[in-house]
């Protein structure tokens, strides 16, 4: 049996003595007396073991004092106050005391004492028990975020706590006393409120999980779920009500966001003309669209959800299917735009189908779900069949036009070397035949001589650039600068320049890259283009040579045309361009340049071979020759170069 310590205030040493023998004399738990006769011992007596309950005489000076203390410092023992007699006991003496119990010095019998004793441990064990749970209570209240109020009859509110007044920007929960949802809310809403509390406390029912709307002062809405009851007293009347709101705002926007997807989605799905669905990992499917599930000649989504592709597909089908599927799930790497063929069934006729698949982890089972789309491209392949017949046969008249144009340039090329070797030959069988006369003079027959010698020299420069043109001599390409190649052509034609009364300009680019190319042949193309550009000035003019990088794309669409054949739109080229200050070249003249034997110069100046040997060097580099005439006079010259060495095959 556990003893229990009381500790004894006062000066009276036969008042202890009377404690032992009452409390010795009679059946109970046992007592060990300790007996002080002034505060600071008995304060020490109670810092230095375990006492359950302290007893003060009243006649003592320093008794108030110590309960006092006692009280403040959170004692957990039962405090019992005693007096004299009942005289003692005034009002004020007693508003004092802050005890448990109180006891006659004059009525001290063995089971009074006892009784006092236990009921003033029993009150203070209650009043410990009631304080802890007020202070739970009170840190549920103060800490908790959710909005907790207590309100009378009247809906106003009683009590409310901390998370309840900051919602509505107030510091202390007690400045919501005595006001309502009126003082908070918009009418309609407060009345709404007021309405549900009112039904509450006549029927006594609560109202549970209600998702209500909150306007704020500031304007900002809010939702919170609401759950209202009646508050009722010790007698369980009803005196008004009690409830807890929680803040759902988030998750109220998250569920109208996933509300609205949802409604997105399945719009999307309805609309949409492709066929899509989704298997679960035993394969079954769990989603599929109108377009899907119309596709296999069923009526509704849920003639197919639950079953699998064995359901709908023939064996071999079926098995195509199901390995696609089983190694998309296997490697988790989706499959996209595969062409699939389907033959002819009862529904469809044979067709094609592009189809993608891709898995997709499922976040609550974490099973690999399968998502597919297919679209029936049909129509488009038969389209594509058609688009390469034409293409193919488009190529072959190509091919038969090409051949044309090369008999054509052919009979040109012959016409042409018949016309520039036939006139020299006259000359010299004329000249010939009159050498063989005998009544020619000594300088008739040298002037004789010197007309065969000028007739063959020129019959020989159309042979050779003839055998230039036609020569299937490997080009010797080396990375070189091609401004060094711009300055070399430039000084080999400055005598010829100053005679033409021609000036030449170079503006050559800092800084460019070597590319790969023939530097003979391509010092060859800018003298060629020099040349006609003088000739094309007889009364003098400026020439200007330009060196720069370009991108292909911001030409003119006639010069795109000509250009994409070799380049790609947003390639980086060299480019050197060679214009005059002349008068140009005639519209209906300028796409006959390139012909052999062509020329818009003096008769006996040019032999017309010129543009069409410089368009076939620039294009055993890979590049692209250009004409046109500028806006301000002139016409320039434009060659395209690629950068890299590695020329892509396909432009070749």
């Keep these: 049996m556990k003893e229990v310590r009381l500790l004894l205030l006062s000066e009276a040493i036969s008042i202890a003595d009377k404690l032992r023998n009452l409390l010795g004399s009679t059946a109970g738990l046992p007592y060990t007396i300790i007996s002080k006769q002034s505060f600071d011992d008995a304060q020490r007596a109670i810092d230095s073991f375990p006492v359950q309950v302290v007893m003060a005489d009243m006649a003592h000076e320093d008794a108030i004092r110590l309960l006092n203390h006692l009280k403040q410092s959170e004692f957990n023992g039962a405090l019992v106050a005693l007096f004299d007699n009942e005289g003692a006991m005034t009002p004020t003496s007693m508003a004092r005391c802050p005890v448990q119990d109180t006891l006659l010095k004059s009525r001290m019998d063995p089971l009074l004492v006892r009784q006092v004793l236990r009921f003033a441990r029993q009150r203070r064990h209650s009043q410990l028990l009631l304080a802890r749970e007020q202070s739970l209570f009170t840190e549920l209240l103060n800490n908790t975020p959710d909005r907790i109020y207590f309100k009378d009859r009247n809906s106003r509110f009683l009590r409310v706590n901390m998370g309840m007044a900051r919602a509505f920007g107030f510091e202390n929960p007690d400045d919501l006393r005595g006001k309502s949802d009126f003082d908070l809310h918009p009418y309609a809403r407060a009345q709404d409120a007021f309405n549900d509390e009112q039904k509450i406390i006549q029927t006594g029912q609560a109202l549970l999980g209600k998702d209500e709307t909150e306007q ?11 759950l209202k009851m009646p508050l009722r007293n010790a007698r369980r009347e009803i005196i008004g009500t009690m409830g807890i709101s929680r803040d759902i705002t988030n998750e109220k926007l998250a569920e109208l966001a996933l509300e609205r997807e949802k409604k997105l989605l399945s719009t ?14 035993n394969d079954h499917y769990i989603i ?13 989504e849920d003639q197919i959800l639950g079953k699998s592709s064995a359901d709908f597909f023939p064996p071999e089908i079926n ?22 063929f389907r033959p002819a069934t009862e529904l469809h006729p044979a067709r094609w189908l592009l189809t993608s698949k891709v898995p997709l982890k499922d976040p609550v089972s974490g099973e690999v779900l399968l998502v597919g789309i297919s679209r029936d491209i049909t129509e488009q392949k038969h389209t594509q069949e058609k688009l390469e017949n034409v293409i193919r046969e488009l190529r072959d008249t190509q091919s038969e036009l090409i051949e044309a144009e090369k008999l054509k340039i052919v009979g040109r090329l ?42 063959v020299l020129k019959a020989n420069d159309v042979i050779f650039e003839l055998l230039d043109f036609s020569a299937a001599k490997e080009l010797k390409l080396d990375l070189a600068s091609i401004n060094l190649v711009v300055e070399r052509a430039a000084k080999l034609i400055h005598h010829r320049s100053l005679k033409a009364k021609v000036k030449v300009r170079l503006e050559l680019a800092a800084d460019l890259p070597q590319i790969p190319m023939d ?22 003019g400026v020439i200007e040579i ?12 006639a010069l795109k045309g000509q250009l994409i054949e070799r380049f790609r739109i947003g390639d980086e080229v060299m480019t050197i361009a060679v214009s005059d200050n002349g ?66 095959p396909n432009k070749k």
């Design 414 to 455: 012959a016409s042409g070397v018949a016309h520039e070797v036939k006139n020299p030959l006259n000359i010299i069988l004329m000249a010939a035949d009159t050498l063989c006369s005998e009544d020619i003079d000594e300088d008739e027959r040298k002037e004789l001589c010197k007309e065969i010698r000028t007739a």
């Design 319 to 340: 098995r195509q299917l199901s390995d696609q599927d089983k190694k998309v799930r296997k490697t988790n790497e989706p499959i996209t735009n595969f062409e699939e």
């Design 216 to 226: 704020h002062a500031d304007g900002h809405m809010r939702w919170v779920n609401t």
């Design 546 to 557: 330009r060196t720069a990088l370009e991108k292909i794309g911001l030409e003119t669409e």
């Design 519 to 540: 530097p003979q042949k391509m010092e060859q193309v800018l003298i060629n283009l020099i040349f006609n550009a003088i000739n094309a000035m007889p009364n003098g």
């Design 583 to 648: 008068m140009g070249i005639d519209k209906d003249n300028l796409g006959k340049v390139f012909e052999p034997f062509f020329t818009t110069g003096p008769s006996g100046k040019s032999s017309g071979l010129g543009l069409m040997v410089t368009k076939n060097i620039v294009e055993r580099h890979h590049g692209v020759l250009t004409l046109r005439n500028r806006h301000t006079g002139g016409v320039e010259a434009k060659v395209y170069l690629h950068l890299d060495p590695k020329i892509p």
């Design 268 to 281: 999307l799905l309805e609309v949409l003309p492709d066929n899509l669905y989704v298997k679960d990992a």
């Design 288 to 300: 599929s669209n109108p377009s899907h599930w119309r596709e296999l000649g069923l009526e509704n």
